[in-house]
């Protein structure tokens, strides 16, 4: 095999270096990102049943949706930082094409973050079902808009100095590409296989057995659904859709997917050897589509010029910095859970 | 110089956008001093929480947990939420305001932005793990998490406040781009990271107080316990002169003149910011402090509101006198640089700008269209053409020729304004769309091509020369 010719050892160094970065925290921005994606969903369509959704996926689910969308903020600003690195002017181009249209994923996001605690919120089993739809519609409406602008700004990002133009003296904020939708539905449903694993873990640690099937069913929908998307997708990109080491990554680890979690589907209980597979084969799934994601960009943008600036910026000093503090906070991090656990003193605190 | 940013080196054209009346700096300012108060209020309320927790673990306060309790709940919702969610919008909005400036940070801090991203992650772990567990949880570890959020707040507070010191004061990394730790640790680095790290206490003390109003169950005695042990953080306000003072004498003499008197608006600004702050800091040490008095619910709140208007002057003062620059030296606040100055004079600064003028048919001819054009490369980012800084406020009974004259020599005639950056036909250009819209946009506007008005306009700008403005009184100082 060879090596040179696999992503990211095909560019330069430096350019290799921050393709390198921006992929590792894209993927661990992504993982969070879809437990958000997956479980508003999940919780907005949910709550279009008559009575509230008090099943253990939906308790778990609301119960740790704030903290999911706080993880997965956090964790987007690292990819946030090294894009602009590896893309400058590209991406900056989209986000000022797009104006008010992206500058709205901001308050909307504030709304949806505080609609989440909300919905955590115990009193609201007991409000009005139109008002449980709308609140749990809400929710799902502002997350499913903030992955459609990101798709709308990626797509832009890729297009060429003269439709930028042309899209800027027409005044445009809607930006008209057939490959949006299908390159969103890739993401949003592959989301959730993503909280199928993330969630399942979680049940599978309190014990609760109750929905094993339905989140398997929901896994199992997101990966046909995603596959499908991706085909189309596929379709309308395909100069630019590099087959490839990662491509098959994808489809190899789609596909290991879909077989444990049938598996786990014909089970009553949760299995901690299926959803250890499945935390295997995820998250390698997701590292194969984020750089068939990345390939079909750096295919539309002409990165050559952009050599020399990324070897620049990786002169500029604070690398050891980084490295030190990521390893340290990374480690008072693993300390937290340590910490927490050995000094649990129970329930009968609280009672005190 | 070799530069170590592509946008230091090259112009580089944005489509830039028009925020209607309001001034772009509204935005960002607006946008900015929300986020650095929330932030501050965060940071603050991680350092008061890790004293309400060891008061309650020495019990020398009863109700300290009951505090920590309520007040973590008001923290976790702003702090979490809109504090996170606006620190990544003063991005996008940056981006939005000057492309050129973010991506030259980007480029340079980048790995300082990367570490400060780590304390982020250490924030939310210890954060949440205390938000969802601390009630099961012995007091060291309650300490120990209250401890880990504390540190992690504050040295995002480390890294961003070196990062935004650098934009005034580049210190020796102006003459050596590799040297970023000189960059970083600047000259007002440290009077701004004490000054704001009181700041944060004040801020979260000032929190803590109308959370104390706001708590159930607790009698007025309790309360007023609560809130003088809160004072204790406050009197740390009568360490604010001296970092400021410091941080007055270190700034560039041309920016600590625009506070003193140069400029009526920053001068303003910072009387306002040191008002409030006296305000705040008499009821703090002789209120509180010495005379132990309650503070109620509505009063704390309106020194709240006092907080914030001391933080919006001191944000305002702090971004207006780097003036003319975003980057001291190496960055226009137009995003020219001023190597490029005398380029742009020779090629025109807007001959390469690929993106059209917006709604042409509104314009009368191809001169005012491109007269629009300079408007939005040169000027655009600190000016509106009627809103906020508009244009025709400033030139409205200006002559043809005064327009003429002083565009050309802009750098001269207010110091803090970079110089004009194109060439003769464009400063006629902008004259035109300024003089149109002055006349009140008639349909048909002659074309101004007179070789004698082009020829002065040259002139004119060969005297202004291409470098910044320098008041002479100063020179001295330079």
Not at chain 1, 238 to 261: E, M, R
Not at chain 1, 265 to 276: D, E, Q, R, Y
Not at chain 2, 95 to 109: E, K, N, R
Not at chain 2, 154 to 165: E, K, P, Q, R, V
Request: aromatic share 14%; hydrophobic share 50%; proline share 4%.
């Amino acid at each position: 095999m060879n090596l040179a010719a696999i992503f990211p050892f095909e560019y330069p160094l430096p350019t290799a270096f921050y393709l390198f970065w921006y992929v590792l925290t894209l993927v661990i921005h992504v993982v969070f990102m879809n437990y958000v994606l997956g479980g508003v969903t999940y919780l907005g369509l949910s709550s279009l049943a008559g009575r509230p959704n008090r099943n253990e996926l939906a308790l778990m689910l609301r119960d740790w949706m704030p903290f999911a969308i706080g993880v997965a903020i956090t964790a987007g600003v690292a990819p946030l930082l090294f894009i602009q690195i590896l893309y400058q002017k590209a991406f900056y181009t989209a986000n000022l094409l797009l104006f008010h249209r992206w500058m709205i994923i901001l308050p909307i996001l504030i709304i949806g973050f505080y609609l989440t605690y909300l919905l955590k919120a115990k009193k609201v089993a007991d409000w009005s079902y139109p008002v449980r739809v709308l609140l749990g519609l809400a929710s799902f409406a502002c997350f499913a808009f903030i992955a459609y602008s990101w798709t709308e700004n990626y797509l832009l990002s890729m297009e060429s100095q003269d439709q930028w133009a042309a899209f800027y003296g027409s005044s445009d904020i809607m930006y008209d590409n057939a490959a949006k939708l299908p390159r969103l539905g890739v993401w949003f449903l592959g989301a959730f296989a993503t909280m199928g694993m993330l969630v399942g873990w979680q049940l599978w640690y309190k014990d609760q057995h109750e929905n094993v099937k339905l989140v398997s069913i929901l896994a199992i929908i997101g990966l046909f659904g995603s596959a499908g998307c991706a085909y189309i997708y596929k379709g309308m990109v395909d100069a630019h859709f590099p087959a490839g080491p990662y491509l098959y990554l994808g489809i190899a680890c789609w596909g290991a997917q879909l077989g444990l979690w049938l598996v786990q589907l014909a089970k009553a209980k949760f299995s901690g050897m299926l959803l250890t597979l499945i935390s295997v084969v995820c998250p390698l799934g997701i590292v194969g589509m984020t750089v068939v994601r990345e390939q079909v960009r750096l295919a539309a943008i002409d990165l050559e010029p952009l050599y020399p600036l990324h070897k620049a910026a990786m002169g500029v000093a604070g690398i050891v910095c980084f490295l030190f503090f990521f390893l340290l906070n990374a480690g008072l991090i693993l300390y937290i859970f340590r910490l927490v656990k050995k000094n649990w003193i129970g329930p009968e605190m609280e009672a005190e | 110089m070799t530069h170590y940013s592509s946008f230091l080196a090259d112009v580089v054209y944005f489509p830039l956008n028009d925020f209607g009346p309001a001034m772009k700096g509204m935005i960002i300012g607006g946008l900015g001093i929300f986020h650095v108060f929330v932030a501050q209020f965060a940071i603050g309320g991680g350092l008061l929480m890790c004293y309400f927790q060891w008061l309650a673990m020495t019990g020398r306060e009863p109700h300290a947990r009951q505090f920590l309790d309520g007040f973590y709940k008001v923290l976790v919702l702003i702090s979490f939420v809109i504090g996170a969610v606006t620190g990544v919008g003063m991005w996008f909005t940056s981006i939005q305001i000057s492309p050129v400036t973010i991506g030259v940070m980007i480029d340079q801090f980048h790995w300082l932005w990367a570490t400060e991203w780590t304390f982020f992650c250490l924030e939310v772990g210890a954060g949440y793990a205390f938000y969802r567990y601390a009630k099961y949880l012995n007091d060291k570890a309650r300490l120990t998490l209250l401890i880990f959020y504390a540190f992690a707040a504050w040295m995002s507070l480390f890294w961003i406040n070196g990062i935004l010191a650098f934009q005034l004061t580049p210190g020796g990394w102006h003459d050596d781009n590799t040297a970023l730790w000189q960059g970083f640790f600047n000259p007002t680095y440290f009077p701004t990271l004490f000054f704001r790290t009181v700041t944060c206490m004040v801020i979260a003390s000032l929190a803590a107080c109308v959370v104390i109003n706001a708590m159930p169950g607790l009698e007025r005695e309790d309360r007023r316990r609560l809130i003088l042990r809160c004072a204790h953080f406050m009197v740390t306000i009568v360490l604010m002169p001296v970092f400021g003072l410091w941080f007055l004498a270190v700034i560039p003499a041309d920016s600590r003149s625009w506070v003193m008197g140069g400029s009526a608006a920053m001068t303003m600004f910072a009387n306002i910011s040191i008002g409030a702050t006296i305000l705040i800091g008499g009821y703090a040490v002789i209120g509180l402090f010495m005379q132990r008095l309650y503070i109620n619910g509505a009063t704390a709140t309106l020194l709240m509101a006092l907080a914030f208007g001391a933080t919006a002057g001191g944000e305002f003062v702090r971004e207006g006198i780097r003036k003319p620059y975003t980057i001291r030296k190496e960055l226009y606040s137009n995003s020219i640089t001023p190597d490029q100055v005398a380029t742009l004079r020779e090629i025109g600064s807007v001959t390469q700008d690929p993106y059209p003028v917006r709604n042409q048919e509104q314009y009368p001819n191809e001169q005012v269209i491109l007269g629009q054009k300079v408007y939005r490369f040169q000027c655009s980012v600190c000016h509106t053409i009627e809103g906020a800084n508009g244009l025709m406020h400033l030139t409205g009974a200006w002559d043809v020729d005064m327009l003429r004259k002083n565009i050309a020599k802009l750098q001269q005639l207010k110091t803090f304004m970079p110089p004009f950056s194109g060439n003769a036909q464009e400063l006629e250009a902008l004259v035109q769309r300024i003089d149109w819209q002055n006349e009140g946009q008639p349909d048909t506007w002659p074309v101004s091509n007179d070789p004698a008005v082009l020829e002065q306009n040259k002139k004119w700008l060969d005297d202004a020369g291409t470098q910044p403005g320098w008041p002479k009184a100063l020179a001295k100082s330079e």
